[in-house]
């Protein structure tokens, strides 16, 4: 795996792009688009798939599975001319010498586009990982489902009821559009699937508590949709706490305020950080550890390399561009054709975002949707909900049937991938087995004689 | 979570049923299906899950996701009366005091039903497995989809012709319908489905070994089937050595006789070992780790123990009993009666193994079929197996479509579930990423400068 460089000044222009997500792709398809002879394209992921992120809580929640939500990066750029696809995790950038370093070699770029996106953020307090998982990989959203499922076989075996209430005890912490949707999928998962398959687990007894440092859910939303919101969480059984922070979680729970709520389940979808990438580039961050561009997308200092989606801050006068798969899937498009403009010599545009509106889903048949024009909720927001992502997963080909399918699933109550598995691939050893704390899974805990 | 006890002499019968595969399952919906008031039955698995493993290979070999094979035990038991679900591992048994010790607590018995399966046996060389993963679990089976795509995803960047063709060489051992079905769908994998999305990955180029340490393949078939099923194989791409014994695995490749193939990935379907559960019986063991069972299924010493299914050597006039679904199916409806029979009076009934034959398929479209009344091969033997297979799933309720579904990708040489996962949640902290040696992901390479 030789360094790949220029050989001679007649070599095509090589952009390599950092990342198979929505700004990722969008990028590498709007260059391939352009069937230009000159141009080599070289797409670099640390997985071998795209993720469709939005509907990633239905993994965690038990309702899909990995595969209904993500595709090989190859497959859907197979059909693209001049595109290669590289498996391999970037660790470092050489600027000056125009160096991407991955693990699974170094390659050199003329162009560079940084789509890596964002991970959580724990606010400094990085031992909350081990106790509260954020949801951003199959393999979290694996994990998630592993914990509550398992919370809730243990508690059919609790006798003490203290205990019982612990294990039955789940919170998520932040009121965004992620933590909406997370606790309205687990007020329903307790409320109405799991509750036929287990005898001792009533729906009275579990609780599901949404945590918002704020003073409202979904905050990025209409006040009058938050309130909507709200009362669609809680006809499912979520308590919502508003201004409250989390100030400790251990294994045991969480300290909210003054409060410690004994809970052996805890989710985070409170907050994320850019890519640590952007530490390579040299230049200042922001509090989200996201980099400023310019308005081409390109960052100071250096035109020919791009940062675009969750690791970019792109500030215009409309405020800041969020952090949504359509911001995502614009800026891609649009860096692709600034490194077109500049082949063809014609000048750069600057980046306008069309803001599209954002919804979240609460539940069962319930949606908040907000654009500019209009405002909706309830179950005509929801079949919105539905109509957009349905749109968007048909360029996933046959997966349209896999997402009919799991409505028709969902509307009835039904979850299809109810699966506890567990990190360890080898299991005969019988290293990996059923631990009474649903976090350490490898713990032996001696058995009543 | 107290030990369970008979309280007083009016208190039900309890049956303890270990195992939720098609055993286990089958001796609890039998003794259900009584609707005796009197008996109180405990199903007993370390998973959450009933796992259809003859179609585990797919999952495997990416053809399917593992929600589509399982089912929570759970739900499969939910309509049935008088039977509760324990997520648990059970370490121990007292025959003496009937109690059966787990991970979440210990259970009294009246009667026990053990249908705890087999494991993989390495034949002392219990550090092969690390290089070459065996197929009982799902994580197995996403171990094994990871390492295998991992292996194509390297090849496609790697320069160094010899090392290509270590990544692209893939070595099976084990010569039986597991073996089998893993070859051809390797085969199948490399020529048809992979060979659009990887540039430099030719199907040439790819090798697929089947090692037998037998005569021939599929050595429980007739000799004929054994040949057709081997031409098919070829047409895959497969090399076939029979009379070969495998005599070391490392992580560069297998020593097969008297030379040493050099394979990134080795799997191994050569050998099961019956339960470990089966040593605390105090009984000897056949070198499988079987123990005997006498005609009504139950072990020499304690008539209110019955072994069924792959932990049992039950010999008959006809042979052995053969480690497949349907033996332990019948043997666990078996073991059922006779339990009934006990508490009705009546006499315990000698089981009596009906041979319902035994097929394998070979990649996309062939198979071989045996059974007393005929043999079937080729394309017919495919489509009959697709029947079988579709008359089980069945009971599986929603299952079916996505077997239909899967049927017409697999015509159509697409793979939905070709996903690189890892072992390690916490992907964020750049603990597990890629790593050109794919048994070790989590080690780090320094990049070419």
């Given at each position: 795996m030789a360094l790949q460089t220029k050989q001679s000044t007649r070599a095509p222009t090589r952009v390599v792009v950092v990342g198979g997500g929505f700004g990722g792709l969008a990028a590498a398809r709007a260059l391939a688009s352009?069937?230009?002879?000159?141009l080599e394209i070289v797409l670099i992921d640390r997985r071998n798939h795209h993720l469709f992120q939005p509907l990633l809580y239905q993994v965690a929640m038990a309702g899909l599975s990995p595969a209904d939500i993500s595709m090989p990066i190859r497959s859907i750029l197979a059909g693209y001319p001049g595109v290669s696809v590289r498996l391999g995790e970037v660790r470092d950038l050489d600027l000056d010498r125009r160096i991407v370093d991955s693990t699974t070699g170094a390659v050199h770029y003329d162009y560079l586009v940084l789509a890596c996106g964002a991970t959580h953020s724990y606010f400094g307090h990085d031992a909350w990982e081990e106790h509260a998982p954020g949801l951003k990989t199959l393999e979290q959203a694996t994990e998630i489902r592993r914990r509550v499922l398992t919370a809730f076989e243990l508690a059919e075996l609790e006798d003490d009821r203290e205990r019982r209430r612990e294990l039955l005890t789940f919170v998520v912490v932040g009121g965004g559009p992620t933590g909406v949707e997370l606790a309205g999928a687990l007020g329903e998962l307790s409320r109405h699937t799991l509750a036929r398959d287990f005898a001792r687990v009533e729906p009275a007894s579990t609780r599901v508590i949404l945590i918002e440092g704020g003073p409202r859910i979904l905050a990025g939303f209409d006040p009058e949709l938050s309130r909507s919101a709200a009362r669609s969480l809680e006809r499912l059984g979520v308590t919502i706490w508003t201004d409250t922070r989390v100030t400790d979680i251990d294994r045991h729970g969480v300290r909210a305020g003054n409060e410690f709520v004994r809970a052996r389940t805890v989710l985070w979808a409170a907050g994320v950080h850019a890519s640590?990438?952007?530490?390579?580039?040299g230049l200042p961050l922001d509090a989200d550890g996201r980099v400023a561009v310019s308005p081409d997308l390109s960052i100071a200092g250096h035109r020919e390399v791009f940062v675009i989606g969750d690791q970019a801050l792109f500030v215009d006068d409309n405020g800041t561009v969020p952090g949504l798969a359509p911001a995502a899937l614009q800026q891609g498009r649009a860096a692709a054709a600034n490194i077109l403009a500049d082949l063809r010599g014609h000048a750069r545009a600057p980046f306008s975002y069309f803001d599209k509106g954002s919804m979240a889903t609460i539940g069962r048949a319930s949606a908040v949707v907000e654009t500019k024009a209009f405002k909706l909720d309830g179950f005509i927001a929801w079949l919105a909900w539905c109509f957009v992502h349905i749109l968007f997963l048909?360029?996933?080909?046959?997966r349209l049937l896999v997402f009919l399918q799991w409505i028709w699933s969902y509307v009835r109550y039904?979850?299809?991938?109810?699966l506890i598995t567990t990190r360890e691939w080898k299991l005969d050893a019988g290293a990996a087995t059923l631990s009474p704390d649903p976090h350490q899974p490898d713990t032996e805990r001696p058995a009543a004689p």
């Open positions: 352009a069937r230009s002879p000159e640590a990438l952007n530490k390579t580039l048909v360029g996933f080909r046959s039904r979850r299809g991938a109810r």
